[in-house]
């Protein structure tokens, strides 16, 4: 598939804003210039209407991804080893925040081969590279949504019937299993070319599924993915944590009524009231679980559906770059939207990493007043 690089720009075609990123030793070439023609079939045609970029742009991606690299690797390490090691924090619940975890390094072990193709400003081992960086990061990403969905039910079963409801350890594993399965489908599917395949996106230094090929096989491959791993856990955790907002609300109410009958203000602490209210933290913890599920996987949902069904002028090369990003950013926060919002979490930082500055009573050494004071009504407790 032989194309003419050293056509004028003026014929290239629409583009949005490609022009700004040429520098003079690339704007004789296009994207894929520096491909052999051998592996030349890996590079769609609409990449090719577009300059390669300057070899900056590469350096300062792969500094961006070498920093959220070491983010990631220590922020991700640190929930894993002492979610694993505290005997206080060893509950089924956690369970789920490990696995969350471990999806969001493993996402992270694409970024020494996306370093080194922002290096070399092409892919590294061409196809296993493409395969082996699109497998990474399929399988992560997935299985990362699915476990946000999960813990969505887990603090909706732990809130609503704090009893009975509790997920025991059997059950935990059983849902940790179902991730993997769960993110198993449209990661080998494309990787052994059954269905859909992995091709480069953007700079072509990264991975993804092929959304621009024009035919129905791909098209419905494309939409079949977006209903799996994105509209899927998106509804769940929408419905999980609307239920869990509505249990809330009803502890809340009934707290409120029995204090009338016992002519009190409240049955909770003063402390309780100002800054540790149930419905306060849970809605806030629910609105950022939310947010972040919004700003890492929308970008890529709406790239995905516009190249299989939309406008493409849309998809310049730095625009498709934008989702990857946005995922590997948020994979470096992920877990410690549910971990720093744990008392006993924050409390064994202190005790075991006094450096970090974190500051947390030790759970165990507070006044039972609280509970002393609320022991008839039995209200439900927020486990994360």
Known sequence: MATNFTQELYEIGPMA??????????????LGWNIPEEHQDLVHDHWRNFPAVSKYWHYVLALIYTMLMVTSLTGNGIVIWIFSTSKSLRSASNMFVINLAVFDLMMMLEMPLLIMNSFYQRLVGYQLGCDVYAVLGSLSG????????VIAFDRYKTISSPLDGRINT???GLLIAFTWFWALPFTILPAFRIWGRFVPEGFLTTCSFDYFTEDQDTKV???CIFVWSYCIPMALICYFYSQLFGAVRLHERMLQEQAKK?????LAS???????SVEI???????TIFFL??????PYAFVTMTGAFGDRTLLTPIATMIPAVCCKVVSCIDPWVYAINHPRYRAELQKRLPWMGVREQDPDAVSTTTSVATAGSQPPAAEA
């Open 17 to 30: 804003y490609p022009l700004k990123m040429i520098s003079k030793d690339v704007a004789e070439h296009m």
């Open 142 to 149: 997935i299985g990362g949504a699915i476990t946000n969905a």
């Open 170 to 172: 059997v059950q935990a």
């Open 221 to 223: 491959f494309v939409a």
């Open 262 to 266: 016992m002519n009190v203000k409240s």
């Open 270 to 276: 003063n402390k309780e009231d100002n800054s540790r």
């Open 281 to 287: 933290r849970i809605a806030k913890v629910a609105f």
């Open 293 to 298: 599920f919004i700003c890492a996987w929308t």
